[in-house]
């Protein structure tokens, strides 16, 4: 399948889910501003990506719904020398429309008048526009416009929608093409993971480790999915720590949540290993627990179940286990009920993933969790993280342990995507002890 076509189905998708006489309106990121006249790499926005396939900023998509007929529009920026020289080659309207497969193309300094007729034979307008946006202005300046001649008997949109509701719904269910580039992603992160524990040793630096993963997936042509967390001992308590920092100390633990991104889509991966190369007891029994939560956690998903079942079962195991330990005191059903746990394990077990690392879909339609479905990609993300108190014995002080996967539904159970990246106690060592062979 021309690469395209993907684009222009979903574009389909998206006007069978708008109404009748309708126009969406979808903008692509602009360049931020990191210092003075420097940017920073450009990340196009997930909505407009999903729809267009289109990298670059300066660009709008229209689609225009008439009766059961959709219309794509595309407008780009203007080709021109200074770019050309500065920045690289623009692409042109005509190149746009055989790349991309739009309907029809042309020039952004030409979408306020585009827009100005498309207003005229709209009833409603989807959009999700930020109020900085270019495209909101003119949006705000057409329809103020269009309101001076009400009188005149020129129409208005009735209302206005927002188009993120309904293209976060279609991007909750991945396609093919989309499965392949997210298992990519995902076995980049996981060789990533793989070095980062042969060069983990007792006095070099967490910065050091996140600069050799950054490596790495840049070696893949892949980069960063999110802030990397690369936390020794006492940072893998704080949960979104990144400042990676510290010195990696003999006797502790790392806790590395890192993954890279690969043609836009996401993987995400968390591994906690010990700094020396070996689990001493008290850390072994707490990761065992928290492995043990995430096997059982991953036998839950499948088709028919719910986010929410798999992270009581994950709950559930760890609060008896915290029980057995005796860092959690009292009756299981009381434990569940006041949710103690969550001294130990704050977080939800897993978030959707796809073009951003939490694919923002809903988890709830009517107040009800949805149901998982083959197609859908989250993560499986169990933890502990026991700060220091006088209740919980100091050979648990200061231990910090998520172990996360990704995992695809399937109609034949859950697919762990990220299987090559060793979590078994037995596994991580051996990768540890004989990395210097």
């Not at 993971?193 to 840049?218: A, R, T, V």
């Not at 609060?319 to 005796?326: D, F, Y």
């Amino acid at each position: 399948m021309t690469d395209y076509l993907i684009y222009e189905q979903r574009r389909k998708m998206l006007a069978k889910n708008m109404q009748k006489n309708s126009i969406a309106i979808v903008e692509a990121s602009p360049e931020k501003i990191r210092n003075n006249d420097s940017t920073y790499r450009y990340r196009q926005c997930s909505n407009f990506y999903y729809l267009t396939g289109y990298n670059k900023p300066g660009a709008i998509l229209v689609v225009q719904k008439k009766k059961n007929n959709q219309i794509s529009y595309f407008y780009s920026k203007r080709p021109n020398k200074y770019d050309s020289v500065w920045t690289g080659d623009l692409l042109t309207c005509k190149k746009i429309s055989t790349t991309f497969g739009f309907d029809k193309t042309d020039y952004i300094d030409n979408f306020e008048k585009a827009l100005h007729i498309f207003l005229k034979q709209s009833d409603i307008i989807y959009h999700s526009l930020t109020k900085s946006s270019s495209a909101y202005n003119i949006l705000e300046k057409c329809m103020y416009s269009l309101e001076r001649d009400y009188r005149k008997g020129t129409q208005l949109p009735s209302s206005q929608h927002s188009v993120k509701k309904i293209i976060h719904k279609l991007r909750l269910i991945k396609g093919k093409d989309e499965i392949k580039t997210i298992k990519k992603a995902c076995l980049i992160s996981a060789g990533a993971h793989i070095n980062l524990m042969k060069k983990c040793k007792p006095g070099i630096s967490e910065k050091q480790l996140e600069s050799q993963l950054i490596y790495d997936f840049g070696s893949s042509n892949a980069s960063e999915a999110y802030t990397s967390i690369v936390a020794g001992g006492k940072n893998a308590c704080v949960l979104h720590y990144t400042d990676n920092a510290s010195m990696l100390k003999n006797g502790d633990l790392l806790l590395t949540d890192a993954a890279c991104e690969f043609e836009n889509y996401a993987s995400d991966i968390t591994r906690t290993i010990p700094i020396n190369g070996r689990f001493s007891n008290a850390q072994k029994d707490l990761y065992e627990l928290v492995l043990l939560a995430q096997k059982n956690a991953i036998s839950k998903c499948v088709a028919g179940n719910t986010l929410r079942d798999i992270h009581q079962v994950a709950v559930k195991t760890l609060s008896k286990g915290l029980i057995k330990l005796g860092l959690i005191k009292g009756e299981y059903k009381t434990v569940i009920k006041n949710e103690v746990y969550k001294k130990f394990y704050m977080h939800n077990t897993g978030h959707w993933l796809g073009l951003d690392v939490h694919d923002p879909s809903d988890y709830m339609i009517d107040e009800k969790p949805i149901l998982l479905q083959p197609g859908m990609i989250f993560t499986v993300e169990p933890g502990l993280y026991v700060r220091p108190d006088k209740s919980v014995d100091k050979k648990y002080h200061n231990i910090g342990i998520r172990i996360e996967d990704d995992v695809l539904i399937t109609k034949n159970g859950p697919e762990v995507l990220t299987s090559k990246a060793p979590k078994n106690i037995k596994d991580i060592e051996n990768i540890m002890n004989s990395k210097n062979e």
